[in-house]
């Protein structure tokens, strides 16, 4: 058989010999010596071949089957299942949904973790099925699983994580898990925890523009109630307790409306671009002046929103990807709070 003449076993080197087949036969995958649903030897043929116990070859063959490398078919022998990029660390790394934030996200943590590794992108839509199906159809598939855990009930409310999450999530060795964006204390010291405060990210933020919102007679907050992915209801929170707090006059709206009334003195809060859009529109053609006769600040920023003067509360989308591949390349583990800022522009 082809692989045997292109395999290397150094029996004088400390490195365990079956930690040498491992990597002789993913070198031979990343050097194209062997394709996909390529046979390669038996265990036993191995194991004659270069005088190696059958329990040496058997675990080797076990930990490659384990990261989807090779695959047994029963009668038949062993095969090459997989030949994309072969790397030292492999990463599945599972999104919400495709928005310009979670790619910067996506970006950042690429960019930062270097060409040593490979990373599996992923989008689940805030879907509980889709999300499980592919945590098992890639389990013990990967040496990270990067996850960001937002989810929708069948009214479309927003849930952090459902039971059934929960329990697989609890299946991933811990020192293998990334939680990045929205945590819950299931996890434990041995994972890594990259998050935002929703409720009082969006509180202080607030509060750093206390002085500037207090000139304004009423915050209207545009909460999509009903959305394809919804948002976390801690953001509801966090913005009445700080209208609550300071005494301030203020109504929570599902959407701009096309014919809605606006006043001079409202300030405006959106979350979603398209309702940003609709009231930048509206006001423009009702001849008001941003920032002079009505306020608006957008949730989480963008080129475009720097270019168009609009104040924003926004994460550090940046420092959460790289944060979360810098504590991988250093093998840290723990918790970390993604800075969240308060970016006044003139729209305030």
Same mark, same amino acid.
């Given at each position: ?96 949904? $495709? ?51 937002? #989810? ?95 005494? $301030? ?57 720097? $270019? ?27 918790? #970390? ?12």
């Amino acid at each position: 058989m082809d692989l045997i003449k292109h395999i290397r076993i150094d029996k004088d080197s400390r490195v365990p010999k079956y930690q040498q087949i491992i990597d002789s036969i993913i070198q031979n995958i990343s050097v194209g010596n062997l394709s996909i649903d390529q046979k390669i030897p038996s265990i036993n043929m191995f194991s004659e071949e270069f005088y190696l116990s059958r329990d040496t070859v058997e675990k080797a063959y076990s930990i490659l089957k384990e990261r989807n490398i090779i695959t047994s078919i029963r009668g038949k022998g062993f095969y090459i299942s997989r030949t994309k990029l072969i790397s030292k660390v492999n990463i599945l790394f599972l999104v919400n949904k $495709l928005s310009s934030y979670k790619m910067e996200i996506y970006n950042h943590f690429v960019n930062k973790i270097g060409a040593n590794s490979h990373t599996d992108l992923h989008i689940y839509h805030c879907d509980e099925t889709l999300f499980l199906n592919l945590l098992d159809k890639n389990k013990s598939a990967y040496d990270y699983y990067v996850i960001m855990p937002h #989810f929708k009930t069948e009214q479309l409310n927003h849930i952090s994580f459902t039971d059934q999450v929960i329990k697989a999530i609890k299946k991933i060795p811990k020192e293998k898990l990334v939680v990045l964006d929205n945590i819950k204390p299931i996890t434990g010291v041995k994972s890594i925890e990259i998050y935002q405060d929703f409720e009082n990210d969006i509180y202080f933020a607030l509060k750093e523009g206390l002085t500037k919102i207090k000139n304004y007679k009423k915050i209207i907050l545009i909460y999509p109630n009903k959305s394809v992915y919804p948002y976390p209801r801690r953001i509801l929170h966090g913005f009445r307790k700080f209208c609550v707090e300071y005494k $301030l006059d203020f109504e929570i709206l599902n959407e701009v409306y096309g014919d809605m009334v606006l006043k001079t003195g409202d300030l405006f809060i959106t979350i979603e671009e398209s309702d940003l859009v609709n009231l930048v529109k509206q006001a423009r053609e009702d001849e008001y002046i941003l920032g002079k006769d009505i306020g608006v600040i957008s949730y989480n920023d963008t080129p475009l929103k720097e $270019l168009l003067g609009i104040t924003v509360m926004s994460t550090d989308f940046k420092v959460m990807g790289e944060m979360a591949a810098t504590m991988i390349l250093n093998n840290e583990k723990g918790k #970390f709070k993604v800075p969240f800022n308060f970016i006044e522009r003139e729209s305030l």
